[in-house]
């Protein structure tokens, strides 16, 4: 399963900080940073399970930062 959020955050060192934070506290994720793309896209995988993205956007927003899923467009 893959999700994908639209964020605002801009800064490498953020988006290396919320990593460590979601590898943390969603073992089973991978997750990564697209900063250049326009949307500064959070892309996230979990192997074969659903993934809730409230935890995600919450944990962003609790660290200074908006995050929505973007639709799946195919």
Do not use: W
């Amino acid at each position: 399963m893959v999700e994908v959020f639209k964020t605002n955050v801009r800064a490498r060192r953020h988006a290396r900080q919320l990593l460590a934070q979601i590898h943390h506290d969603f073992q089973d994720y991978r997750a990564s940073f697209d900063l250049e793309d326009c949307d500064r896209i959070l892309r996230v995988e979990s192997p074969g399970a659903f993934i809730p993205p409230a935890g995600l956007i919450q944990l962003l927003r609790e660290a200074g930062f908006h995050a929505e899923v973007l639709p799946d467009e195919s």
